[in-house]
Structure formats: structure tokens, C-alpha cells
């Protein structure tokens, strides 16, 4: 099991890496999506019309450009574990059935083979057009701490999503008044399963493994959009589907462990995926309830037995990436630094623990 720790776009510097190497980390998980406008990002609720804000620049998505970041963390100790998300701009149109979806397609093609070619060997994506939307930003973690809760009466969950956006991020300038209209469940899974139809094989000869995000907020639908990976019995149906080395998830514990009505809990998942060695990194975070309201907390002090998790990836021989997922800010000038070294130094002991058969659990 390794540690890892996740940067945005704009966190990829020599001072970060630095920081991922003093608190323990050996690997990354690098976001190339701009959604942030700091190095010391606060998580948005991305409510406005512009959702999260404007995608499009992909220059740093070049062959190259992979290659030279690869160097750069290898030049600080670090590896590159997987790049998390594609930009909206590459694939507005497979998301929403658009028409230049099989141009697109080909384009995702070339940079999962340039991702390969880097020597990078995951890609994290979350395949949901509404994306990331309704947060509540508050002080819903310990001592008042800044988070991010979902709470569906105090939004209109129906509410459309403005033409010119996919995925909470603006692609393109929007055309009058015009909204995205309805996907159902049905329509959404058949545009997934074609994705990894025409992708996966490219995939799997490149050596990059595709990693799949379950619905993060785990509802039915938002924006009148299906969203199908949820609840967990769909998300073991989608890998169950396709056989192939490069057909992973990205498996975000937080998500699971808000995701109701299941016969299915979150350890039971998890053991599930990693006896099927389907799991390409993993997502640490900790919340309280369940949709359609919860809270994410500090990774000690909510609902999700993180102990018990690290015990299990110990156990089943989980050789792959632990990164916490974002974390609520501490009060002080680098909030999210403070929160990610509180949460990565809870994880690296519970690690070592088990690493030294001294983590007990019943």
C-alpha cells in the first residue's frame, strides 16, 4: 500500500512536492483540470452560472508537457500515480451525446496513448454531465471547520443546467437562454458503455488503466440528468461488464459511504472490488448521514471506520495508491495545506500500524 497525496493544477510546483515528500507521500495524483483559482484551493460549492469556472486550456495536456511531470516528481522523490479527471473541453460531447462525440473520442484516444507513453499509469474520470453540483459550503466539520455538505431541500435538485456547461464547468459560451435537457438513466448508461467500449482497448494496449469515480452527490438524478453509479450495486454491474486489466475505479470511500438505500456497505465493497483487483486508487475522506443530506467531517470524526479500511487494504494486499480526498480547512493562512498534512498523517500512522501488525481491529 503507498501513500499519495492529490495536487490541482495549480499546486504543481516545487514547493508542493515538497510538501507531499515531508508529510510521507511517495506518489501523486495530479488534476490538469483548472478548477481552481489558488495554491491554497477551499472546496467550491460551484453553484453560479459558470459552475466550477472556464475550461479549455490544455496545453499542459501535450506529450511533453506529461513527460516533463513526470521528471519534475521524479526529481523530488515522487511518482506519478494518475492523472484525475479529463478536461470538459475533451469530452463535452461524449458526455452529453453530442455531435462531434467521435472526434472527441479520437482525441481521448491520442492522450491516453501520450499518458502511456509518459509512463503514467492511471487516468481517474467521473463520467456524470451535471458533475460535482448542489454543495453547501458551512461549518459542518469539527471545531466549526469549513466544509462541504449536501443537504436537497435547499436546492431544486430539477434545476437545468445552462447550455454551454458539463461536468459544473463552462466549456463554452452559452446560446442564449437554451438548457441542457433530460438524460435519463437508461440513455446515460448507454453513452458510458459506449465510452468504454471505444476506450478501454486503447487503454489496456497503452498500459493506463481507466478509473471510474462513483456519483459524488450519490442521488438518482440532479439537473434532471440521470446518474447511474449509484448506488453500489450499479457500480459492481459496470465492471462486471467489461473484462478487461484497464477497467478499474476509483474508489472514493467518501462517495460509498454516502450512498443510501443499498444492500451493500462500504467494507463490503471494498472487499469486493480488491478480491477482483478492481480498485485502481483509492479516495480516503469521512462524512456524516446520507444523501440526500450529509456533511463531509475530518477524517477521524465521521460515519466511514477508516481504521477498519486501512486494516482491510492491508489485509487483502492492496499494492496500489491511498490519497485523502479533500478535507475540511483549518483556521489558519494555509487551510488546505493544514487539512491535507492532518488528514495524510491519520492515514500514514493507521498504515504503519498495520504495516507492524499492531493495528487491532475487532
Given at each position: ?177 437554451e438548457v ?84 451493500i456497505d ?69 487551510g488546505w ?26
Open positions: 500500500m503507498k501513500l499519495g497525496l492529490g495536487l490541482y493544477r495549480r499546486q504543481l510546483s516545487e514547493s508542493n512536492f515538497r510538501f507531499a515528500r515531508q508529510l510521507g507521500a511517495s506518489h501523486l495524483v495530479v488534476h490538469l483540470v483548472d478548477y481552481f483559482s489558488d495554491e491554497d484551493p477551499r472546496i467550491s460549492a460551484g453553484g453560479t452560472d459558470e459552475g466550477w469556472g472556464r475550461a479549455g486550456d490544455t496545453t499542459i495536456w501535450s506529450r511533453g508537457a506529461l513527460q516533463d511531470l513526470v521528471g519534475a516528481a521524479k526529481a523530488n522523490g515522487l511518482e506519478i500515480a494518475a492523472i484525475e479527471n479529463f478536461d470538459p473541453t475533451q469530452w463535452s460531447d461524449i458526455l452529453l451525446d453530442g455531435p462531434e462525440k467521435h472526434k472527441q473520442m479520437d482525441g481521448l484516444k491520442r492522450l491516453i496513448e501520450d499518458v502511456g507513453r509518459a509512463g503514467i499509469p492511471c487516468v481517474g474520470y467521473c463520467f456524470s454531465p451535471a458533475g460535482v453540483w448542489g454543495w453547501q459550503q458551512g461549518p459542518f466539520a469539527r471545531g466549526g471547520a469549513i466544509s462541504v455538505g449536501f443537504d436537497i431541500d435547499k436546492i431544486d435538485p430539477n434545476e437545468s443546467m445552462p447550455d454551454g456547461m458539463v461536468w459544473n464547468m463552462r466549456y463554452r459560451a452559452r446560446r442564449g437562454n441542457v435537457g433530460g438524460t435519463g438513466p437508461q440513455e446515460l448508461w448507454d453513452r458510458l458503455t459506449w465510452f468504454l467500449s471505444e476506450l478501454l482497448p486503447v487503454a489496456e494496449a497503452s498500459g493506463v488503466m481507466l478509473a471510474i469515480h462513483p456519483e459524488d452527490p450519490p442521488v438518482a438524478s440532479l439537473r434532471g440528468i440521470a446518474r447511474v453509479l449509484n448506488p453500489p450495486e450499479n457500480l459492481l454491474r459496470l465492471m462486471e461488464g467489461f473484462q478487461s486489466p484497464a477497467h478499474k475505479v476509483e474508489l472514493c470511500l467518501g462517495t460509498v459511504q454516502e450512498m443510501a438505500g443499498s444492500g462500504t467494507y463490503q465493497l471494498l472487499e469486493r472490488l480488491l478480491v477482483r483487483d478492481q480498485v485502481g486508487y483509492v479516495h480516503l475522506r469521512n462524512v456524516r448521514g446520507k444523501a440526500p443530506h450529509y456533511h463531509e467531517v475530518f477524517i477521524d470524526e465521521g460515519d466511514l471506520d477508516v481504521p477498519r479500511v486501512i486494516d482491510t487494504l492491508h489485509r487483502r494486499g492492496y499494492q496500489g495508491v491511498v490519497v485523502p480526498d479533500h478535507t475540511p480547512a483549518l483556521e489558519c493562512n494555509a495545506h493544514a487539512g491535507m498534512a492532518y488528514a495524510v498523517g491519520y492515514i500514514r500512522a493507521l498504515m504503519q500500524a498495520a504495516e507492524a501488525g499492531r493495528l487491532e481491529i475487532p
